[in-house]
Nanobody, 122 residues
Framework: QVQLVESGGGLVQPGGSLRLSCAAS????????MGWFRQAPGKEREFVAA????????YDSDSVKGRFTISRDNAKNTLYLQMNSLKPEDTAVYYC???????????????WGQGTQVTVSS
């Protein structure tokens, strides 16, 4: 049984930082991309970032590039998202997903975590 379990969310002030983790079990995603999506209240889920097995990264350039860094530890089967300079508009439930498949700007995945809440507020 494949499981993706996120952790690291919470409440942070604007300008602060958080590091999300996603531990995968049941299979490895060798050769595949893993990534993060988020869903804010009243909005559709959106792609945030993805990273390949070899470490090549893709970001949603309009919102997070330059502030968020995605990475993975293949030996630990774990995905990370370092989020810096957080803004109130980053408030959302963040989901880990894999394997990431894309067509143009459309991204999808077969497996999803349960999500972790990130709230940016003073």
């Amino acid at each position: 049984q494949v499981q993706l379990v996120e952790s690291g969310g919470g409440l942070v002030q604007p300008g602060g930082s958080l590091r999300l983790s996603c531990a995968a079990s049941g299979r490895t995603f060798s050769g595949y991309r893993m990534g993060w999506f988020r869903q804010a209240p009243g909005k559709e889920r959106e792609f945030v970032a993805a990273v390949s097995w070899s470490g090549i990264t893709t970001y949603d350039s309009d919102s997070v590039k330059g502030r968020f860094t995605i990475s993975r530890d293949n030996a630990k089967n774990t995905l990370y998202l370092q989020m810096n300079s957080l803004k109130p508009e980053d408030t959302a439930v963040y989901y880990c997903a894999a394997p990431i498949v894309s067509s143009g700007t459309y991204y999808r995945a077969d497996y999803w975590g349960q999500g972790t809440q990130v709230t940016v507020s003073s």
